[in-house]
């Protein structure tokens, strides 16, 4: 059973490497664009460096009102429910 | 809020291209003097970025049967061919690239991009999965989104990645797309089409692969990375375009299976798009029997892009992988790569200017594209005026 939590530190360990560069401060609500500079191919290779860590199939198409890590992991372990029931 | 506040980002950056100088992004070719030569300002340049492969824009048949096409059928269709009904052209072309690539089925359409957006999100439905390569063009991207289906992007060129995305898909992958292109437009590589093949032998899902830069460029008799390597019977839907190779503009698809037809009243940009312009179907025609007749014109081709490539690397470029018609050099940073492509402009070259993210992996690039019709002595010029910018700007590491 997949746990937001640990969702949410490993997207975060995820953009601190994508950020290394610009060393902006990186927390659940910064804004993905906006507050770290990533481009949308960025955010797509984010989401491909989550399905191997969980070993999951997640469609690029739950990134459409994502904007900050909190709300990725919010979309993500909504896409798993819908998909394999509670997680 | 204003009608335009959400792009001011955007609006900024074109900002600084404009004040600048010249304009990566906005450049006007103000004269054309042939397939290689143009003149931007008083600049006389040699047109090393335009991906007129086989050097047929000037092709005098190809003139010849457009401007007979303009005189005989007029300037345009003026409609769908849905609504308005097709032209005999329409339908003639789609039989001879049927028979050219020799499959049951062939559509034609009004752009390379429309082509893609056309069968793709015909296909990919809201409860298709597609698999794509991560570098794939923005058209098949777009047409994912247009069609709804579930996307699942794998790591470029990477079939193993592929391989362990489809085995996560289970059951599904049996009916999933896949989707990867013959050259890659920016870095000039090809696709590990029979390892994917091999792949999708074992595991299911349709492939499709567009030809956009390979068709005229690759296989014996130009049909693409699928006929280099042989694997045309395990592909399952060839899509590509006229505005390249064949010089002109539009863009079609051929499939094996002739219940692809069906498609032409599912697909939603063939519907509700204009048809292809007469002179451009019958310059398509043309520059098509001029392909099949001058296999030469790929040998002249790939000599040009020989000689280009091993010209750069030898000067200390890091260019691409390997050697293509597309030929990328790395430059370093966004302002470097600006003031590289200008000062090649000044050297009397034009290129295209590639900046991430449309450059992958956050690379800047200047990307040349090679034509058959580039003469030695511009590809010569074309290197003399690399060579005379190597010291003038750093370039990114050797890889």
């Given at each position: ?87 | ?93 789609e039989q001879e690239l049927a028979e050219f690539f020799g499959r049951a089925s062939a559509i ?100 499709l692969v567009?030809e ?9 008799t130009?049909r693409g990375?699928a006929q280099?390597?042989?694997?045309e019977s395990d592909v399952d839907i060839i899509l590509g ?11 079609f698809a051929v499939g094996n299976d002739r219940s692809m037809e ?138």
């Open positions: 059973m997949l746990k937001r939590d640990v969702v949410i530190d490993y997207i975060l360990e995820c953009l601190r490497g994508l950020t290394a560069e610009n060393q902006r401060p990186v927390g659940p609500q910064s804004n993905l664009i906006e507050d770290l500079g990533l481009e949308s191919i960025k955010i797509m290779d984010l989401l491909m460096m989550l399905e191997d860590q969980f070993d999951l199939s997640i469609p690029i198409n739950i990134l459409i009102d994502v904007s900050t890590p909190a709300e990725l992991a919010d979309a993500l372990m909504s896409h798993l429910e819908g998909h394999h029931g509670a997680v | 809020m204003g009608l335009y506040d959400g792009f001011s980002r955007l609006a900024d950056e074109r900002e600084a291209f404009q004040t600048a100088g010249l304009n990566p992004f906005g450049t006007c070719i103000d004269r054309i003097h042939s397939a290689t030569e143009g003149y931007i300002g008083e600049q006389r340049v040699i047109l090393a970025g335009t991906n007129n492969y086989l050097g047929l824009t000037f092709n005098a048949d190809a003139i010849a049967a457009a401007q007979a096409a303009l005189a005989e059928q007029g300037t345009g269709t003026t409609g769908s061919r849905m609504a308005n009904g097709s032209y005999g052209a329409h339908v003639a072309l034609v359409f009004s752009t390379g991009y429309v082509a893609n957006l056309g069968i793709i999100s015909a296909l990919a439905n809201p409860k298709a999965v597609v698999l794509l390569d991560a570098d794939c063009h923005a058209s098949i991207y777009d047409a994912c989104a247009l069609g709804g289906a579930q996307i699942i992007r794998f790591r470029h060129n990477d079939a193993l990645d592929l391989e362990r995305r489809m085995l996560r898909l289970g059951e599904r992958a049996k009916d999933a797309l896949i989707i990867v292109e013959g050259i890659y437009s920016m870095l000039g590589d090809v696709a590990p089409l029979q390892e994917i093949v091999d792949i999708k032998r074992r595991l299911g899902g349709y492939l567009d956009a830069h390979s068709f005229g460029v690759l296989g014996e130009g990375l280099a390597l042989g694997v375009t006229f505005s390249k190779s064949l010089a002109s503009i539009g863009g069906v498609l032409r009243y599912a697909s939603r940009p063939y519907i509700f798009t204009a048809s292809p312009s007469p002179s451009a179907i019958a310059s398509v025609r043309s520059a098509l029997r001029t392909i099949g007749q001058h296999p030469e014109l790929r040998d002249q081709l790939w000599q040009n892009a020989y000689r280009l490539y091993n010209g750069l690397a030898l000067l200390g470029y890091r260019v691409g992988s390997h050697v293509s018609p597309v030929i990328p050099v790395m430059i370093g940073t966004k302002e470097q790569g600006m003031l590289f492509w200008r000062a090649l402009i000044e050297e009397g070259v034009y290129v295209n200017l590639v900046l991430p993210p449309a450059a992958p992996s956050g690379i800047t690039l200047v990307r040349c594209s090679v034509s058959a019709a580039h003469s030695e002595q511009e590809i010569v010029a074309i290197v003399r005026a690399f060579a005379a910018l190597r010291d003038r700007i750093t370039l990114e590491p050797m890889a």
